[in-house]
């Protein structure tokens, strides 16, 4: 057995970890977290999400609990989206932004009640979140992180709702709401969303029964031509539909309006972290603006590689990785506003110092099938 790396003995691992092992998964880190890479390779892996289903364990993703007198009305004060717009049992996607409009992160609200709401951010930005919602709660209402309460498993794919059938668990449900289940004697929060672009659930069952629910999950998943799935295809999945990771599209120092995730921003609303700095910034026009680049030759684009149109740099690449839908390297990039791209325009990515000539266009790469 080879010896781990100091980075690795300090990485931690979720609920199913011992069951990916098992399966043959390779691992890499990825916001603390030992996660799954692939198993049967990412293309496969990949394509059996486009084209039949794939079952991922996400359980790094962070989770916290605003519980309490009036803790939605709080959540929806802090938050940028706008909460009224859905109901208890819904689900939205919403930012927490610093007061210059930067993002601490993206994350997923879902409206328990008047008085709970259940948050899931990103792993790395999960103690971010809870204390800048801490730190303004006014008194009765508690924020607390519940990172190693739950697991996150999600189900993604054309034929999902067969899968979850099989398992006699809901899927009559609008896209973006949910609903606490039991599953044989277990409970199961179902969610009809993922971060794949194709109709899917993620269900959110207590850490401690993530790895049976999982276990379950695997023949069902199979017998309809589907594979367990690692961060890789997660990676290209979302790539494809143009969806934001933070710390690529998102960060303290890319706005939504830069991201192109200004429609999860309540406008209206007289209150939210960030509000001043984000309405400044509409009113002035962005800097810069998230693309896509499809490249037009042989090419794999990766992240951080200089944008040039007639040698001068206009921007830099936030996302990139070759498409299997595609057949083709695609990257999200942030562009400059003052270079007046638009979408047919060419650009050069310049890959180890070669030129690959991309086309610009507007995300997402394929046709959404969420719903």
């Known amino acids: 057995m080879s010896e781990q790396s100091p980075e690795q003995q300090h990485l931690q691992q979720g609920p199913v970890h011992a069951l990916h092992v098992e399966l043959g998964a390779t691992f890499a880190p990825f916001g603390g977290w030992e996660m799954p890479v692939s198993y049967a390779g990412v293309v496969a892996e990949h394509t059996a999400v486009r084209e039949a289903v794939g079952l991922f364990d996400v359980s790094h993703l962070g989770k916290a609990l605003v ?11 802090c938050l940028t989206n706008d909460l009224a717009k859905v109901a208890p049992g819904k689900a939205q996607y919403t930012l927490c932004c610093t007061d210059n409009g930067g993002v601490i992160d993206d994350l997923i609200a879902y409206w328990v009640s008047p008085d709970e709401v259940f948050l899931v951010p990103n792993a790395a930005n999960t103690a971010d979140v809870v204390a800048a919602l801490a730190a303004v709660a006014p008194e009765g209402v508690t924020v607390t992180d519940r990172h190693r309460d ?4 999600a189900v993604q794919g054309p034929r999902s709702v067969e899968v979850l059938d099989e398992l006699g668990l809901p899927t ?5 709401s949910f609903v606490d289940a039991d599953w044989n004697g277990v409970p199961v929060r179902v969610c009809r969303s993922g971060y794949t672009g194709e109709i899917g659930f993620e269900l959110v069952p207590r850490w401690e029964d993530s790895e049976a629910l ?15 799935a690692g961060l890789g295809a997660r990676d290209t999945l979302r790539t494809e539909m143009g ?5 690529h599209e998102l960060s303290r120092d890319i706005s939504p309006l830069e991201a192109r995730t200004g429609w999860a921003v309540g406008w209206k609303k007289p209150e939210f972290f960030g509000r001043d700095a984000l309405v400044a910034q509409r009113e002035a026009g962005a800097p810069r603006k998230l693309w896509g680049l499809k490249a037009l030759g042989r090419g794999v684009l990766r992240p951080e ?3 040039l149109r007639d040698g001068e740099r206009v921007g830099v690449t936030t996302s990139g990785t070759f498409s299997p839908t595609l057949k083709a390297g695609i990257a999200l990039a942030l562009l400059d506003s003052a270079a007046e791209l638009a979408v047919g325009d060419e650009v050069d990515v310049d890959v180890r110092g070669r030129a690959l000539r991309c086309a610009v266009v507007t995300p997402p790469f394929v046709q959404t099938s969420t719903r």
């Open 214 to 228: 999982f276990r379950a999950l695997l023949d069902p998943v199979r017998s309809r031509g589907g594979q367990v």
């Open 305 to 307: 590689l200089t944008v």
């Open 172 to 176: 009559d449900l609008e896209y973006m």
């Open 243 to 247: 969806y934001p990771l933070h710390g």
């Open 150 to 153: 739950f697991g996150v498993l």
């Open 67 to 77: 519980s309490g007198p009036g803790a939605a009305d709080f959540v929806d004060r």
